[in-house]
């Protein structure tokens, strides 16, 4: 009895030990950004295109979900099983098709979210380099996601591990500066050792003719949470699109919301009282949800919001895509923009890639500067 309870003993400090050891390791190599990191433009000679009042600007937003997340993919945080695919193939596959998206496309603007540089999860591909390559203009880079070892989910086959990851925006125009901005609000601790830490990135593009700047905003706000920190998120946002807006400058925010546009809802009358429309209404109450963004602060303030309702932008990863029956699925609409009313918007669309190379499809913008 006692050598089995010596055995229980050691077993167990060493668990403890583990778990400490575990911790403290993850503490003290925590991703800790500063509030402002001024970023490098990358290709900074490489501009093409002259920014120009009176002439059609457009603009690609889209989470690539780390090329991972596709048509066949389920996700354990909306109820599924899986964190990563099952091959390099796979993972590449969804790389290439990103990348001819990109390509046919052909905008002068591209805001990405869910770039991979050097990942466990997508096979350590370093996704930001290819589209570098693949376009050759001047971009920058903003990590929003840093952990040496992510230790979910539990499943040993499917745990992240090391995450490396960001967002990204390409541009054919000059950009004469790029910033991260760090947004409040985190996860308690120890959680947010391994979660992210949400950013924006923000570039400056000079206008011919003009002392103002077109400033653009690549966002991806928070998504798992309750729903707290997105409010806080958004309000740190306003604050810097108002204090632009002031300056007399042009700004145009996009990417991916995790909040619900105001087209994909029936009425709204507060954050707690709102009616989504088809076919964007929860199927399940126990699916993740995407708030609604609340409209009324928009058009007080002199902003725009820009979406393509007709079509959905994201998909719920609680099953792989169910080709045979999309009713079966759970949209969102939670991908589009914000511009200042001194632009005005001459189309904007949701591109239909039925969510076969990410969880999200792209969208896209076309803007005037007045």
Not at 190 to 213: C, D, F, V, W, Y
Request: proline share 4%; with cysteine.
């Amino acid at each position: 009895m006692k050598k089995t309870l010596k055995i229980f003993f050691i077993f167990f400090t060493l668990i403890v030990v583990f778990a400490f050891g575990f911790i403290l390791t993850l503490h003290l190599f925590e991703f800790r950004p500063e509030q402002v990191t001024n970023l490098e433009v990358q290709a900074a000679d490489q501009a093409t295109n002259t920014i120009s009042k009176n002439t059609s600007i457009t603009v690609l937003t889209f989470n690539t979900g780390y090329a991972s997340l596709s048509e066949t993919e389920d996700f354990v945080m909306d109820g599924g099983k899986k964190a990563k695919m099952d091959s390099l193939t796979e993972v590449e596959n969804n790389i290439n098709g990103i990348k001819n998206i990109i390509s046919r496309e052909n905008t002068d603007i591209y805001l990405l979210q869910e770039v991979d540089t050097n990942s466990k999860r997508s096979y350590e591909t370093n996704q930001y380099q290819t589209y570098q390559d693949l376009l050759g203009i001047p971009n920058a880079f903003a990590y929003n996601y840093r952990s040496i070892f992510v230790p979910f989910p539990l499943n040993p086959s499917q745990m992240m591990g090391k995450v490396n990851s960001g967002i990204a925006t390409f541009s054919k125009f000059e950009i004469t500066s790029a910033t991260r901005i760090q947004l409040p609000g985190e996860f308690p601790w120890p959680i947010r050792l391994a979660n992210l830490k949400r950013a924006l990135l923000i570039t400056r593009h000079p206008i011919e003719g003009s002392e103002q700047e077109l400033v653009v905003i690549n966002v991806h706000l928070s998504a798992y949470d309750d729903g707290s920190m997105r409010k806080e998120e958004m309000v740190a946002l306003q604050n810097i699109m108002l204090e632009e807006y002031e300056k007399g400058n042009y700004v145009l925010v996009g990417g991916d919301f995790n909040q619900s546009f105001p087209d994909a809802l029936l009425n709204y009358n507060d954050q707690e009282d709102y009616e989504y429309k088809d076919p964007y209404q929860l199927k399940e109450d126990n699916y993740w949800e995407a708030f609604p963004l609340d409209p009324l602060w928009f058009s007080q303030n002199n902003f725009n919001l820009a979406v393509d309702a007709n079509h959905p932008t994201c998909r719920l990863l609680h099953q792989a895509y169910d080709t045979s029956n999309i009713d079966n699925n759970q949209y969102y609409l939670i991908d589009g923009f914000i511009v200042s009313n001194n632009i005005d918007i001459e189309y904007v669309e949701t591109i239909q890639e039925d969510f076969k190379y990410s969880d999200h499809n792209p969208v896209k913008i076309s803007i005037i500067l007045k």
